[in-house]
Protein backbone atom coordinates (compact mmCIF):
# COMPACT_ATOMS: atom_id res chain seq x y z
CA UNK A 1 0.00 0.00 0.00
CA UNK A 2 1.72 3.31 -1.20
CA UNK A 3 0.34 6.27 0.84
CA UNK A 4 -3.54 5.19 0.73
CA UNK A 5 -6.16 7.82 2.19
CA UNK A 6 -9.39 7.04 2.23
CA UNK A 7 -12.69 9.59 2.71
CA UNK A 8 -16.22 9.21 3.18
CA UNK A 9 -19.30 11.98 2.08
CA UNK A 10 -21.49 11.75 4.90
CA UNK A 11 -24.25 14.20 4.21
CA UNK A 12 -22.46 17.73 3.11
CA UNK A 13 -19.57 16.74 4.92
CA UNK A 14 -16.43 14.63 4.16
CA UNK A 15 -15.15 12.20 6.61
CA UNK A 16 -11.15 11.02 6.09
CA UNK A 17 -11.36 7.98 7.72
CA UNK A 18 -7.47 7.04 6.57
CA UNK A 19 -4.59 9.38 5.71
CA UNK A 20 -1.06 8.44 3.93
CA UNK A 21 -0.93 4.44 5.08
CA UNK A 22 1.55 3.08 3.64
CA UNK A 23 3.63 -0.67 4.43
CA UNK A 24 4.91 -3.63 2.76
CA UNK A 25 4.25 -7.38 3.65
CA UNK A 26 5.88 -10.04 3.12
CA UNK A 27 4.48 -13.50 1.48
CA UNK A 28 3.63 -16.05 4.40
CA UNK A 29 3.55 -13.52 7.30
CA UNK A 30 0.93 -13.17 9.55
CA UNK A 31 0.16 -9.74 9.99
CA UNK A 32 -2.12 -7.95 12.53
CA UNK A 33 -3.41 -4.56 12.36
CA UNK A 34 -4.96 -3.02 15.90
CA UNK A 35 -6.86 -0.19 17.30
CA UNK A 36 -9.25 1.72 18.76
CA UNK A 37 -13.04 1.47 17.32
CA UNK A 38 -13.46 3.53 14.39
CA UNK A 39 -9.88 3.69 13.33
CA UNK A 40 -10.37 2.87 9.91
CA UNK A 41 -9.15 -0.73 10.31
CA UNK A 42 -12.41 -2.60 8.57
CA UNK A 43 -11.79 0.13 5.94
CA UNK A 44 -8.40 -1.12 4.84
CA UNK A 45 -8.99 -4.70 4.75
CA UNK A 46 -11.46 -3.82 2.63
CA UNK A 47 -9.01 -1.88 0.64
CA UNK A 48 -7.13 -4.72 0.32
CA UNK A 49 -9.97 -7.10 -0.26
CA UNK A 50 -10.81 -4.62 -3.49
CA UNK A 51 -14.32 -3.98 -1.83
CA UNK A 52 -13.33 -0.08 -1.62
CA UNK A 53 -10.83 1.72 -3.65
CA UNK A 54 -8.31 4.25 -1.59
CA UNK A 55 -9.20 8.13 -2.43
CA UNK A 56 -5.49 8.47 -3.05
CA UNK A 57 -2.48 6.06 -3.35
CA UNK A 58 -2.67 2.85 -4.50
CA UNK A 59 -2.81 -0.72 -3.09
CA UNK A 60 -0.63 -4.07 -5.10
CA UNK A 61 -0.70 -7.74 -4.10
CA UNK A 62 2.00 -9.56 -6.10
CA UNK A 63 2.87 -6.31 -8.37
CA UNK A 64 -0.81 -5.97 -9.43
CA UNK A 65 -2.84 -2.91 -8.33
CA UNK A 66 -5.42 -4.08 -6.89
CA UNK A 67 -9.01 -2.17 -8.67
CA UNK A 68 -11.67 -4.88 -7.49
CA UNK A 69 -12.00 -8.49 -5.65
CA UNK A 70 -10.08 -11.30 -6.92
CA UNK A 71 -9.49 -14.99 -6.27
CA UNK A 72 -5.75 -14.30 -5.10
CA UNK A 73 -7.44 -12.63 -1.87
CA UNK A 74 -10.21 -14.37 0.95
CA UNK A 75 -12.24 -12.67 3.10
CA UNK A 76 -13.33 -14.05 6.35
CA UNK A 77 -16.12 -11.52 8.40
CA UNK A 78 -16.81 -11.55 11.96
CA UNK A 79 -20.48 -13.08 11.13
CA UNK A 80 -20.02 -16.23 9.80
CA UNK A 81 -22.31 -15.22 6.69
CA UNK A 82 -22.96 -18.92 5.51
CA UNK A 83 -26.01 -18.90 3.27
CA UNK A 84 -28.75 -21.17 5.88
CA UNK A 85 -29.87 -23.22 2.88
CA UNK A 86 -26.95 -24.84 1.86
CA UNK A 87 -24.86 -27.72 4.10
CA UNK A 88 -21.42 -27.28 4.64
CA UNK A 89 -20.43 -28.77 1.41
CA UNK A 90 -22.48 -26.45 -0.15
CA UNK A 91 -21.09 -23.21 1.09
CA UNK A 92 -17.60 -24.72 0.85
CA UNK A 93 -18.57 -25.36 -2.91
CA UNK A 94 -20.45 -22.26 -3.11
CA UNK A 95 -17.10 -20.06 -2.80
CA UNK A 96 -14.95 -22.24 -5.22
CA UNK A 97 -14.54 -20.62 -8.38
CA UNK A 98 -17.01 -21.98 -11.48
CA UNK A 99 -13.86 -22.30 -13.60
CA UNK A 100 -13.14 -25.67 -11.49
CA UNK A 101 -15.11 -28.65 -13.20
CA UNK A 102 -12.61 -31.58 -12.32
CA UNK A 103 -11.95 -32.54 -8.31
CA UNK A 104 -14.42 -30.22 -7.02
CA UNK A 105 -15.45 -32.79 -4.70
CA UNK A 106 -12.10 -33.75 -3.26
CA UNK A 107 -11.50 -29.97 -3.05
CA UNK A 108 -14.07 -29.72 -0.40
CA UNK A 109 -13.44 -33.02 1.01
CA UNK A 110 -9.72 -31.09 1.94
CA UNK A 111 -10.65 -28.13 3.22
CA UNK A 112 -13.64 -29.56 5.64
CA UNK A 113 -10.23 -31.49 6.99
CA UNK A 114 -8.60 -28.52 6.59
CA UNK A 115 -10.64 -27.18 9.44
CA UNK A 116 -11.54 -29.85 11.20
CA UNK A 117 -15.35 -30.49 10.66
CA UNK A 118 -14.86 -33.86 9.06
CA UNK A 119 -18.62 -35.62 9.97
CA UNK A 120 -20.36 -32.98 9.37
CA UNK A 121 -20.44 -32.17 5.41
CA UNK A 122 -24.17 -32.27 5.50
CA UNK A 123 -24.97 -30.04 8.58
CA UNK A 124 -27.14 -26.44 7.96
CA UNK A 125 -25.62 -23.53 9.34
CA UNK A 126 -28.00 -23.55 12.34
CA UNK A 127 -27.01 -26.53 13.36
CA UNK A 128 -23.57 -25.32 13.87
CA UNK A 129 -21.88 -23.53 16.72
CA UNK A 130 -20.23 -20.48 16.44
CA UNK A 131 -17.17 -21.58 16.12
CA UNK A 132 -17.89 -24.30 13.58
CA UNK A 133 -19.10 -21.95 11.49
CA UNK A 134 -16.00 -19.74 11.82
CA UNK A 135 -14.21 -22.81 10.26
CA UNK A 136 -17.07 -23.17 7.41
CA UNK A 137 -16.23 -19.87 6.44
CA UNK A 138 -12.45 -19.79 6.67
CA UNK A 139 -12.62 -23.06 4.37
CA UNK A 140 -14.79 -21.22 2.01
CA UNK A 141 -12.01 -18.76 1.76
CA UNK A 142 -9.36 -20.59 1.20
CA UNK A 143 -10.71 -23.15 -1.46
CA UNK A 144 -9.45 -21.06 -4.36
CA UNK A 145 -6.16 -21.12 -2.69
CA UNK A 146 -5.32 -17.19 -2.49
CA UNK A 147 -2.13 -15.43 -1.92
CA UNK A 148 -4.26 -13.47 0.95
CA UNK A 149 -6.42 -14.28 3.53
CA UNK A 150 -7.98 -11.63 4.91
CA UNK A 151 -9.44 -11.88 8.55
CA UNK A 152 -12.06 -9.24 9.54
CA UNK A 153 -12.52 -9.43 13.42
CA UNK A 154 -13.41 -13.25 12.58
CA UNK A 155 -13.57 -14.39 16.58
CA UNK A 156 -14.97 -10.76 17.72
CA UNK A 157 -18.70 -13.00 18.53
CA UNK A 158 -17.41 -15.82 20.01
CA UNK A 159 -17.54 -16.92 23.69
CA UNK A 160 -13.66 -16.14 25.29
CA UNK A 161 -12.77 -20.40 25.65
CA UNK A 162 -14.18 -20.85 21.73
CA UNK A 163 -12.21 -17.91 20.30
CA UNK A 164 -8.41 -18.99 21.95
CA UNK A 165 -9.04 -22.50 20.36
CA UNK A 166 -9.91 -20.80 17.20
CA UNK A 167 -6.84 -19.01 17.78
CA UNK A 168 -4.70 -22.24 17.50
CA UNK A 169 -7.23 -23.66 14.63
CA UNK A 170 -6.04 -20.18 13.02
CA UNK A 171 -2.68 -20.99 13.13
CA UNK A 172 -2.63 -24.47 12.24
CA UNK A 173 -4.08 -23.89 9.00
CA UNK A 174 -1.52 -20.69 8.75
CA UNK A 175 1.36 -23.19 8.62
CA UNK A 176 -0.60 -26.13 6.84
CA UNK A 177 -1.26 -23.70 3.93
CA UNK A 178 1.44 -21.11 4.13
CA UNK A 179 -0.97 -18.23 3.38
CA UNK A 180 -0.36 -14.61 3.57
CA UNK A 181 -2.57 -13.47 6.67
CA UNK A 182 -3.86 -9.76 7.70
CA UNK A 183 -5.73 -9.98 10.93
CA UNK A 184 -8.21 -6.73 12.20
CA UNK A 185 -9.12 -7.40 15.38
CA UNK A 186 -9.14 -5.09 18.78
CA UNK A 187 -7.86 -7.56 21.15
CA UNK A 188 -4.26 -6.81 21.74
CA UNK A 189 -3.48 -10.62 23.54
CA UNK A 190 -5.24 -12.07 19.91
CA UNK A 191 -2.46 -9.89 17.99
CA UNK A 192 0.40 -10.73 20.20
CA UNK A 193 -0.68 -14.70 20.02
CA UNK A 194 -1.40 -14.67 16.36
CA UNK A 195 1.01 -11.88 14.43
CA UNK A 196 4.37 -11.59 13.03
CA UNK A 197 4.27 -8.15 13.13
CA UNK A 198 1.86 -5.57 14.34
CA UNK A 199 0.97 -2.01 13.06
CA UNK A 200 -0.97 -0.01 15.60
CA UNK A 201 -3.26 2.47 13.98
CA UNK A 202 -4.06 5.89 14.91
CA UNK A 203 -7.68 7.22 15.85
CA UNK A 204 -9.12 8.90 12.55
CA UNK A 205 -7.85 9.89 10.11
CA UNK A 206 -5.88 6.62 10.76
CA UNK A 207 -2.33 6.64 10.47
CA UNK A 208 0.48 3.84 10.96
CA UNK A 209 1.16 4.52 14.49
CA UNK A 210 3.71 2.56 15.06
CA UNK A 211 5.07 -0.83 13.67
CA UNK A 212 6.10 -3.81 16.26
CA UNK A 213 7.97 -6.61 14.96
CA UNK A 214 7.08 -9.93 17.89
CA UNK A 215 9.84 -11.67 18.16
CA UNK A 216 8.67 -14.35 20.68
CA UNK A 217 8.96 -17.95 19.89
CA UNK A 218 6.39 -20.15 18.91
CA UNK A 219 4.25 -21.71 20.30
CA UNK A 220 3.15 -18.22 22.83
CA UNK A 221 2.25 -18.16 26.40
CA UNK A 222 0.24 -15.44 28.04
CA UNK A 223 2.15 -15.67 30.67
CA UNK A 224 5.28 -14.74 29.52
CA UNK A 225 7.17 -11.66 30.39
CA UNK A 226 7.75 -10.96 26.85
CA UNK A 227 4.30 -11.46 25.84
CA UNK A 228 2.95 -9.07 29.05
CA UNK A 229 5.91 -6.55 28.20
CA UNK A 230 4.37 -6.47 24.68
CA UNK A 231 1.07 -6.34 25.79
CA UNK A 232 2.22 -3.31 27.92
CA UNK A 233 3.72 -2.00 24.77
CA UNK A 234 0.48 -2.18 22.56
CA UNK A 235 -1.80 -0.66 25.39
CA UNK A 236 0.89 2.66 25.62
CA UNK A 237 0.70 2.55 22.06
CA UNK A 238 -2.79 2.30 21.66
CA UNK A 239 -3.91 4.65 24.43
CA UNK A 240 -1.43 6.58 25.80
CA UNK A 241 -1.91 9.02 22.67
CA UNK A 242 -5.87 9.29 23.75
CA UNK A 243 -4.69 10.48 27.03
CA UNK A 244 -2.53 12.76 26.54
CA UNK A 245 -4.82 14.57 23.39
CA UNK A 246 -7.36 14.69 26.62
CA UNK A 247 -4.61 16.43 28.49
CA UNK A 248 -2.56 18.43 26.84
CA UNK A 249 -0.26 19.75 29.54
CA UNK A 250 1.60 16.13 29.27
CA UNK A 251 4.60 16.02 28.32
CA UNK A 252 4.50 14.62 24.46
CA UNK A 253 7.47 12.56 24.58
CA UNK A 254 6.06 9.67 24.52
CA UNK A 255 3.39 10.20 21.65
CA UNK A 256 6.76 10.81 19.44
CA UNK A 257 8.08 7.94 20.66
CA UNK A 258 5.08 5.63 18.97
CA UNK A 259 4.15 7.72 15.70
CA UNK A 260 5.53 6.64 12.53
CA UNK A 261 6.00 9.41 10.35
CA UNK A 262 9.76 8.15 9.02
CA UNK A 263 9.38 7.81 4.83
CA UNK A 264 10.37 4.31 4.85
CA UNK A 265 6.45 3.44 5.86
CA UNK A 266 5.69 4.27 1.95
CA UNK A 267 4.56 1.31 0.68
CA UNK A 268 2.05 -1.53 0.97
CA UNK A 269 3.09 -3.93 -1.41
CA UNK A 270 2.27 -7.49 -0.65
CA UNK A 271 5.28 -9.29 -2.96
Not at 108 to 118: A, D, T
Not at 144 to 154: Q, T
Not at 177 to 189: K, Q, R, S
Amino acid sequence: MDQCSKSFRVDQATVEVLRGISLSIKPGEFFCFVGGSGCGKSTLLKMIAGLEQPTAGKIAVGGHTISGPGLDRGMVFQEHRLLPWLNVEQNIDFGLRESVKQGRDAIIREHIQLVGLQGFEKAYPRQLSGGMAQRVGLARALVNRPEVLLLDEPLGALDALTRQQMQHEILRIWRAENTTMVLVTHDIDEAIFLADRIAVIGNRPGEVRELIEVDLPRPRSRGDRGFDQLRQRLWDSIFEPQSREADPTLDNATTAAVTDDSPEATEFLLK
